[in-house]
């Protein structure tokens, strides 16, 4: 379908849809699933888009003259890249036209209690964007409630803008226990995204209400809507 066929029809929760990074990932996602995404990201007046960089600078494009932003995804989904390729990353999708970098925390790494090379993770990738806000991914399903907090200090530590629950990908997705957490760890210093399972209105609403200020969602309309997904 083309991006001039999408059209925002009814009834939906607008503020909501502000609050929303409208996201697709997948990989076998095409050019035409990401014209799509882009047209419903303008129908809808979603924060922005999420996409792997190679989508950044069609994204970019699709929306120029909008308010939707681009976000893209660095290191993803598994956080295991080495600092120095996920700096160039995300540098590489910031001159393509990415706004915000969604990145994933060096998992085993802090399991492994090697906190110093964690916080330099990510001291790298704020670094190579500032002033662009970086989000890091904790995979909040692999870690205990204990290397959570730890992982949103090493995050404020380094820079970071964001800490963010999930990749959608790995074990589990945002929990309203783990929004909590995290907000009550980081307070108002950094700001906190909700990521993975969220696929209707009722629970958007509860991550909200649990402290969560961007939601990363791929059922974006059907949540504004109360529609299916």
Known sequence: MGSD?????G????EL???IDHTLLKPDATPMDIQRLCAEARAYGFATVCVNPLFVAQAAGELAGTPVGVCSVVGFPLGAT???????????AVADGAREIDMVLAIGLLKAGEEDRVREDIRQVVQAVAPVPVKVILETGLLTDQEKVLACHLAEEAG????????????????VEDVRLLRATVGSRLRVKASGGIRDHQTALAMLAAGADRLGCSASVAVVTGRTP
């Open 5 to 9: 066929q999408v059209k925002a029809i």
């Open 11 to 14: 009834d939906f929760d607008r």
């Open 17 to 19: 849809a502000h609050r």
């Open 82 to 92: 080495p600092a120095q390729v996920k700096a160039v990353e995300a540098a590489r």
């Open 160 to 175: 970071a803008a964001f800490v963010k629950t999930s990749t959608g990908f790995g074990h589990g997705g945002a929990t």
